[in-house]
T-cell receptor, first 112, second 115 residues
Framework: GENVEQHPSTLSVQEGDSAVIKCTYSDSASNYFPWYKQELGKRPQLIIDIRSNVGEKKDQRIAVTLNKTAKHFSLHITETQPEDSAVYFCAASQYNFNKFYFGSGTKLNVKP | NAGVMQNPRHLVRRRGQEARLRCSPMKGHSHVYWYRQLPEEGLKFMVYLQKENIIDESGMPKERFSAEFPKEGPSILRIQQVVRGDSAAYFC?????????????FGPGTRLTVT
């Protein structure tokens, strides 16, 4: 089955700096990669996703890049704000099988 | 448009009791997924259901755990004879279905505590 690894497990940045979270996956058949943000005690919320036919996707301060050859994808958050502080999870999936394989999470702390 | 609903939000059970967790998908969604999250860990897939069908239960423990999504009513995750190791947050997610959208929307979770 698929194995998703996520790094770093914790990340502390100063407000206004950029944050980068990296994930690798093992199954070359995976073709959908969502990112979720989870605040303490809350539900995971989808913040951005990318499909394997695209190398990069951007939504305001958030961007995701995908390297299919190397089987890794990354989340980039620019101009970080204290409200970006949360745990971020990457996931990998195949269109027709739907179940998500999640990484272990990155706890992002943005210091004001 | 109400999101994914789960109840109860918190559930306390003694060892050996049964736990029933309910999930109502978003309106128009026919696919339901259950995930388990242990403290300080990621989410682990348990089971994927459509109405009246279990599509993939490869993440479900072989014993004590079962899930259903009846024609009418919510999806239910049932844990029999709970043990302390079952203490976790159980999240339900829903999606419109294959070929339409691959996004999964999560409910608020049920936090199960086994004493």
């Amino acid at each position: 089955g698929e194995n998703v690894e996520q790094h770093p497990s914790t990340l502390s940045v100063q407000e206004g700096d950029s944050a980068v979270i990296k994930c690798t996956y093992s199954d070359s058949a995976s073709n959908y990669f969502p990112w979720y943000k989870q605040e303490l005690g809350k539900r995971p919320q989808l913040i951005i996703d990318i499909r394997s036919n695209v190398g990069e996707k951007k939504d305001q301060r958030i961007a995701v890049t995908l390297n299919k050859t190397a089987k890794h994808f990354s989340l980039h958050i620019t101009e970080t704000q204290p409200e970006d502080s949360a745990v971020y999870f990457c996931a990998a999936s195949q269109y027709n099988f739907n179940k998500f394989y999640f990484g272990s999470g990155t706890k992002l702390n943005v210091k004001p | 448009n109400a999101g994914v609903m789960q109840n109860p939000r918190h559930l306390v059970r003694r060892r050996g009791q049964e736990a029933r967790l309910r999930c109502s998908p978003m309106k128009g969604h026919s696919h339901v997924y259950w995930y388990r999250q242990l403290p300080e860990e990621g989410l682990k897939f348990m089971v994927y259901l459509q109405k009246e069908n279990i599509i993939d239960e490869s993440g479900m423990p072989k014993e004590r755990f079962s899930a259903e999504f009846p024609k009418e009513g919510p999806s239910i995750l049932r844990i029999q004879q709970v043990v302390r190791g079952d203490s976790a947050a159980y999240f339900c997610a829903s999606s419109p279905g294959s070929g339409v959208s691959y996004e999964q929307y999560f409910g608020p979770g049920t936090r199960l505590t086994v004493t």
